[in-house]
């Protein structure tokens, strides 16, 4: 006989830290004041009987398993297909994340526009905004098709019902913060609401084999639980970057089941929607500056896609005693230690310059490709002397000064052939296998110095 016991629990709203009591700091992510209370409903079987429904199931022998393609439904969006790995699994779970208002609600419009064109049945399922508010937007895209449903529901047993009458093939949950089960007494937006929820959500994708789309919002303040909870249960995490006053997006997979994590997509945010960016490396590049000291062309690989990014870089002299750095797209702590190399192994005086690092475009990157340029791009600062713009550079900086060999080395100097540059300095151990063609000068270093005095 069961019995049903209420019982208090602290919940992390960051990342979803269970806790029998409250407790200032997260164990599991370091934040602070982070812990709410919540009650949850907890039943427990007495005599409940020794091996209860254990030994219907038998477990299967791992060489009789066969392994089939998974069946993909592509968006018609060239760079969603890309990060979610070539399309969209049927019966996958996906979480989208980013912060208010960078576009996510509009790309899912967008994939739903695209879905419906093409015959398929998709259901977009709102708990933020009412129907005429949603048709205002969809207007800005495009016309839609029959095949495109509309619901503005909270209430997962009716949301439940309509999924299993209507037999969509995609469906849209925007957002799940919103989204509330009768059966758990916690408020909407709570931990134990956004989890149990999602869990529902899971067994109709898997059950149904019906691809869904979950809306994650993060905010500053935690005041709604944020996505990170859920990352565990879901198949695939995508989270858009960029800033909301800037014009692109990227679309990064963090998690994903059926295809590489390492992926990125571009868009542009324009009045109809989100355009695709087809060409990051030259939209990068757009209003560069040709010939001012201090600028560098990187080439940076996000996934098998490969990146020209301008890295620009200021050093001048501290009217204070502790010299400032300062560094925006890339870590501070790197961009230190690259000052330290220049200065012990190159002789270069650094200590009384203040020094500024910026990525341009908005762009962040932790590859250790771009050591290479962000030294060029110091010294030339420093010397303030001009690097020609037609020239690319990466590679890794070790703390002897030596350029060490970086990944993908063929596909990065495609990429600078491609966008009409003719020099690219690279590490001397990436030459072997590169065949150039006449049209592009390579450079092999194995050290700082050596690029120096090649260039400077």
């Not at 209420?6 to 806790?19: D, L, M, P, R, T």
């Not at 164990?27 to 982070?34: A, I, L």
């Not at 419009?109 to 259901?123: D, F, N, P, Y």
């Not at 908005?362 to 340029?373: C, I, R, S, T």
């Amino acid at each position: 006989m069961a019995q049903t016991k209420n019982k208090a629990v602290f919940y992390c709203q960051n990342c979803g830290y269970e806790s029998t009591k409250w407790m200032g700091q997260c164990p599991g992510c370091r934040e602070w004041n982070t812990f709410v209370e919540e009650v949850v409903k907890t039943s427990s079987l007495k005599n409940p009987g020794r091996g209860g429904g254990a030994g219907r199931t038998a477990p299967a022998v791992l060489a009789d398993i066969t392994i089939q393609e998974e069946a993909r439904l592509s968006t018609q969006i060239g760079e969603l297909d890309r990060v979610l790995g070539g399309g969209i699994v049927q019966g996958s779970l996906t979480l989208v994340g980013g912060d208010p208002g960078i576009g996510k609600s509009t790309l899912l419009l967008q994939t739903c526009w695209k879905l419906a064109e093409k015959g398929h049945k998709v259901l977009y399922i709102s708990g933020e905004e009412s129907q005429v508010q949603i048709k205002m937007r969809a207007d800005r895209i495009g016309s839609f098709a029959e095949g495109m449903l509309l619901l503005c529901e909270t209430n997962l047993d009716s949301i439940r019902e309509v999924i299993q009458r209507e037999m969509p093939k995609v469906v849209i949950i925007d957002s799940i913060q919103t989204m509330y089960n009768e059966e758990v007494s916690a408020a909407p937006g709570s931990v134990s609401q956004v989890r149990e929820s999602t869990g529902v959500l899971l067994q109709l994708a898997k059950g149904m084999n019906i691809s869904v789309f979950i809306v994650g919002h993060v905010t500053k303040e935690g005041t709604v639980a944020g996505p990170r909870v859920l990352e565990h249960m879901v198949d695939t995490v995508l989270y858009f970057e960029g800033d909301r006053h800037a014009s692109y997006r990227i679309l990064r997979g963090v998690k994903n089941r059926f295809g590489s994590t390492n992926e990125i997509g571009v868009f542009e945010m324009g009045q109809e929607g989100l355009a695709e960016v087809h060409n990051p490396s030259e939209y990068m590049l757009e209003g560069r500056p040709e010939g001012a000291s201090g600028s560098v062309v990187a080439c940076a690989m996000e996934g098998t896609r490969p990146l020209l990014l301008e890295i620009q870089a200021l050093l001048c002299h501290s009217n204070f005693g502790i010299p400032r750095r300062q560094a925006t797209g890339t870590d501070l702590n790197r961009v230190n230690l690259l000052m330290a190399v220049l200065e012990k192994r190159c002789g270069v005086q650094l200590s009384g310059c203040d020094a500024y690092v910026n990525i341009a475009g908005g762009m962040k990157v932790q590859e250790p490709a771009m050591d290479l340029a962000i030294v060029l791009a110091a010294l030339s600062s420093f010397k303030n002397r001009g690097i020609s713009p037609r020239l690319v550079a990466f590679g890794e900086v070790g703390l002897s000064g030596e350029v060490r060999s970086v990944s993908m080395a063929a596909q990065r100097v495609a990429e600078a052939r491609k966008l009409g540059f003719d020099t690219c300095i690279l590490p001397a151990v990436c030459m072997k296998g590169l065949q150039g063609d006449g049209s592009m000068k390579l450079i092999g270093v194995r050290s700082i110095q050596d690029a120096v005095n090649a260039l400077l």
